[in-house]
């Protein structure tokens, strides 16, 4: 069973910066696409960034595209996400999920992580 | 931006009874609608994607129908373990988007 370990969330001030790891265990890392996808307290499900097997293409959301940049190390079989100009909106869990197959545009996630949690407040 | 409308809110119902849960597209995105399952203290899971095909795993009493911009989850008898949240989620076109989610409750 795959299994995806995120890590790095936090309580954080306004403006920061904070980055996001998944480790990835049991799968062939290199083979597939991953996203996260945040849950905000009290609120439903929302994409925020996607990356292809190979490190690009990469897509994100309207709501993080300039401020967040989601990359991958295929050699350590994790995956990041790098968090700048953090706002209050931003206080979320976040998911690391992994996709069907190779591609970002099959944007179908079939694995997920238990969640790490970032809190932007001050 | 595709706008996926969850409806109803809230479903109550009995376990043994039949659910029908719906996700409205603002356009046409084809069969590409997945339907993911959110318990308290859980990881999302995957029920079906395609708009039709059963995950991995997933018991048959869970089936998806609809193409174009309607989509049906259907649970055909409901269990203890059923009475949760569920969501579906487009991935037709950027930015992806999912709906606001439906909470099966029991009655």
């Known amino acids: 069973e795959v299994q995806l370990l995120e890590s790095g969330g936090r309580l954080i001030q306004p403006g920061g910066s904070l980055r996001l790891s998944c480790a990835a265990s049991?799968?062939?890392?290199?083979?597939?696409?991953f996203t996260w996808v945040r849950q905000a307290p009290g609120k439903g499900l929302e994409w925020v960034a996607s990356?292809?097997?190979?490190?690009?293409?990469?897509n994100y959301a309207p709501s993080v595209r300039g401020r967040f940049t989601i990359s991958r190390d295929n050699f350590r079989e994790t995956l990041y996400l790098q968090m700048n100009s953090l706002r209050a909106e931003d206080t979320a869990l976040y998911y690391c999920?992994?996709?069907?197959?190779?591609?970002?545009?099959?944007?179908?996630?079939?694995?997920w992580g238990q969640g790490t949690v970032v809190t932007v407040s001050s | 931006e595709i706008v996926l409308t969850q409806s109803p809110a809230t479903l109550s119902l009995s376990p043994g009874e039949r659910a029908s849960l719906s996700c409205r597209a603002s356009h046409d995105i084809g069969s590409q609608l997945a339907w993911y399952q959110l318990e308290p203290g859980q990881s999302p899971r995957l029920l079906i994607f395609g708009a039709t095909n059963r995950a991995t795993g997933i018991p048959a009493r869970f089936s998806g129908s609809g193409s174009g911009t309607d989509f049906i989850l259907t649970i055909s008898s409901l269990e203890p373990q059923d009475f949760t949240v569920y969501y579906c989620h487009q991935g037709s076109s950027w930015p992806l988007s999912f709906g606001g989610g439906t909470k099966v409750e029991i009655k």
């Open positions: 999920t992994k996709g069907i197959n190779a591609y970002i545009e099959s944007a179908v996630f079939d694995s």
């Open positions: 049991e799968v062939t890392f290199s083979n597939y696409a």
């Open positions: 990356i292809s097997a190979i490190g690009a293409p990469t």
